[in-house]
T-cell receptor
Framework: KAGVTQTPRYLIKTRGQQVTLSCSPI?????VSWYQQTPGQGLQFLFE???????NKGNFPGRFSGRQFSNSRSEMNVSTLELGDSALYLC?????????????FGPGTRLTVT | KNEVEQSPQNLTAQEGEFITINCSYS?????LHWLQQHPGGGIVSLFM???GKKKHGRLIATINIQEKHSSLHITASHPRDSAVYIC?????????????FGEGTQLTVNP
């Protein structure tokens, strides 16, 4: 089975621009979670989607948004980029509805905002 | 919110040594995750456990639900074990797959 894939792997953007990141979960997985990792804040939860519905949202401004498609693929969007948005963005997929299911992480997208 | 503390933050060992990384959390949980992150960023799920002990190769994870504590052990450590090890627990405020992470333990194993 193919693992979780994320595209692009690396991205450089300028302040004020917007960016869209993509995550394809493992086949059969219906839950996709997004995380931001920075040196200062560590790993932080952004949001989670299950069957095309956002189920949980972390403490991030409204500039961060996401969606999930019927094939479970997910995208996250960051508008009006700020320097502090430079980070590694990771997505993880799991089978189902609770944390009793193991999460499988993608390789991440490293975003640099200049 | 479930607070997660890991110790030590940094650990340097010689090849072959037995390694222990600890994780404590503040609120009762249904499952705890141990993750490994290599330079370059990719995260691998090592264990998910809700009680007792699990073993995979040279890695052993234990959890004590009553004491809200988990340990990750590496036997016969090897330089390729050098990575950041992160424990994560679910947020009890919500359902679903939301995780709260420890700060991670940077492990360096020297040959």
């Amino acid at each position: 089975k193919a693992g979780v894939t994320q595209t692009p792997r690396y991205l450089i953007k300028t302040r004020g621009q917007q960016v869209t990141l993509s995550c394809s979960p493992i086949s059969g997985h219906r839950s996709v979670s997004w995380y931001q990792q920075t040196p200062g804040q560590g790993l932080q939860f952004l949001f989670e989607y299950f069957s095309e519905t956002q189920r949980n949202k972390g403490n991030f401004p409204g500039r961060f948004s996401g969606r999930q498609f019927s094939n479970s693929r997910s995208e996250m969007n960051v508008s009006t980029l700020e320097l502090g948005d430079s980070a590694l963005y990771l997505c993880a997929s799991s089978l189902g509805q609770t944390v009793a299911h193991e999460q499988y992480f993608g390789p991440g997208t490293r975003l640099t905002v200049t | 919110k479930n607070e997660v503390e890991q110790s030590p933050q940094n650990l340097t060992a010689q090849e072959g040594e037995f390694i222990t990384i600890n994780c404590s959390y503040s609120v009762g949980i249904s499952a705890l995750h141990w993750l490994q992150q290599h330079p370059g960023g990719g995260i691998v799920s090592l264990f998910m456990l809700s009680s007792g002990k699990k073993k995979h190769g040279r890695l052993i994870a234990t959890i004590n639900i009553q004491e809200k504590h988990s340990s990750l052990h590496i036997t016969a450590s090897h330089p390729r074990d050098s990575a950041v090890y992160i424990c994560a627990v679910p947020s009890l405020e919500t359902s679903g797959s939301r995780l709260t992470f420890g700060e991670g333990t940077q492990l360096t194993v020297n040959p």
